[in-house]
């Protein structure tokens, strides 16, 4: 199966899995789709993750985090997407709500959150925000 945009349907896969309340989701694995999923284990948005070789396919397994039954995910929304694309320069990197949420970034030196863009003193394109 071939898609046009494979970051919006791992978000959308997450968010689904999030909403239903299951405790693992699998999606297509890529090198972008690991390193945006690492950076929300880093933050605490998911339990874990870990790679699944089935047969000749390669999955990631991404175990969805919940306290008690409340989501911890609250919000996953696709910002810079196929047709429009949203580059931002170090000066202009979004805080998500206030900066309790994270903005993911692809940059130069590999995908970053926001906070790690400025660090970094780098901008790029705005994959998404998690919060």
């Known amino acids: 199966m071939y898609l046009t945009d494979p970051i919006a349907d791992m978000l959308t896969r997450i968010r689904n899995a999030n909403t239903a309340k299951h405790e693992k989701v699998d999606i297509p694995y890529s090198k972008e789709k ?19 070789v089935d047969g000749n396919k ?16 609250k919000g996953l929304r696709r910002i ?10 170090v000066t202009d990197v979004p805080k998500v709500l206030g900066g309790l949420g994270i903005a993911i970034v ?8 926001g906070k790690n863009c400025v660090k970094e003193n780098v901008g790029g394109e705005v994959l998404c925000y998690v919060w």
């Open 106 to 113: 692809s940059t130069s030196k590999g995908v970053l959150t």
């Open 34 to 52: 690991e390193a945006v999923i690492k950076l929300m284990k880093e933050e605490g948005y998911i339990l874990n993750y870990k790679e699944i």
């Open 80 to 89: 810079s997407k196929p047709g429009r694309r949203v580059y931002v320069g």
């Open 58 to 73: 390669k999955n990631i397994r991404v175990y969805i985090k919940y306290i008690g039954k409340e989501n911890v995910i």
